[in-house]
């Protein structure tokens, strides 16, 4: 831990057709990718990557989703360090350290690799829900990060320190937005993500690896109506569903709503309170959902 990784390799395996990226990276037989390895590693204080590598290849064994359960365990984690959970309500002996200046991957490793596997028998079968259902039975919900839908479901975003991936979109958890650290107005920025909506969707029901965008994307512009259409119908079924992206509801997800925009905007989005995030967040919405033709 603390110790720079000179000379790193790994070896890499592609989809079967020839190609130059390096898509499918295993290291000891693990498949180790950024999101997966941040959220079942530093995110929850893990540091030792033999750590992280045994504990991926855990829940991609229980077919569990390591991005998605990183976000519940960081929540718990930070709960049980501030003692806002009792580790008696898990039968712990030790808590987890969640302080990078004094971090114990050995520690968190094995209280998560309880957890887990808890979860998967059953006997933690809170931790087996929603973040957001997770998050209001042990009265946490401020810890929390996610975008609600409707009013029981949620999605918690990639791990990459963008403002698209938070916003109201079609669907989360992909990357059907804009993802770099930038804040732009709110009209022009709806304006880009919707066009990465779109060709995001395109790519993915094409069948053509998002790797190669950069030079597809200009030959499938004839198929954006019909893309569109799609999209529209997607919208639709999440509405009947009860399942609409609203407003952020947590404190820590406005923090960090409040943090990009310090780190990122200027003039008018640079200092904001509440107030100014909800205006930005409704005309972002507003232009979003026109662009695509979403009434």
């Excluded at 929540?75 to 971090?103: C, Q, T, V, W, Y």
């Excluded at 006997?123 to 409707?150: Q, S, W």
């Excluded at 979109?169 to 709110?186: A, C, L, Q, T």
Aim: proline letters at 3%; a negative charge.
């Amino acid at each position: 831990e603390g110790k720079l990784i000179k000379n790193y390799e790994f070896s890499s395996e592609t989809c079967g057709e020839r190609c130059v990226a390096a898509c499918k990276k295993f290291e000891s037989k693990v498949k180790l990718d950024y999101e997966p390895a941040e959220g079942l590693g530093p995110f929850i204080g893990i540091f030792d990557r033999t750590y992280i590598k045994d504990l991926l290849h855990l829940v991609d064994s229980l077919g569990m989703d390591a991005i998605y359960l990183g976000n519940v365990i960081g929540s718990i984690f930070e709960a049980l360090s501030k003692g806002i959970i009792s580790k008696d309500k898990f039968s712990l002996d030790e808590l987890p350290s969640m302080d990078p200046r004094n971090s114990n991957s050995e520690r968190n490793f094995m209280i998560a690799r309880y957890l887990v596997e808890g979860i998967a028998s059953g006997e933690f079968e809170t931790l087996g829900k929603n973040l957001r259902k997770i998050a209001r039975e042990f009265n946490i919900l401020d810890l929390c990060v996610y975008v609600p839908h409707g009013e029981e479901f949620d999605m918690t975003p990639n791990f990459y320190w963008s403002l698209g991936l938070i916003l109201p979109v079609v669907m989360h958890g992909k990357y059907f937005s804009d993802y770099h650290s930038v804040i732009e107005p709110p009209e022009s920025y709806a304006k880009l993500c919707a066009e990465r909506t779109v060709f995001e969707y395109m790519l993915d029901n094409l069948g053509i690896c998002r790797f190669h965008r950069g030079w597809i994307e200009g030959r499938i512009k004839s198929y954006v109506e019909d893309a569109k259409y799609w999209i529209s119908k997607l919208w639709e079924y999440k509405s009947k569903a009860n399942a609409i992206p609203t407003y952020w509801e947590t404190l820590r997800t406005k923090e960090i709503v409040r943090q990009l925009f310090k780190e990122y905007g200027n003039e008018e989005w640079k200092d904001v309170d509440e107030e100014k995030i909800r205006e930005y967040w409704e005309r972002w919405r507003k232009v979003y959902l026109g662009e695509l033709g979403i009434e």
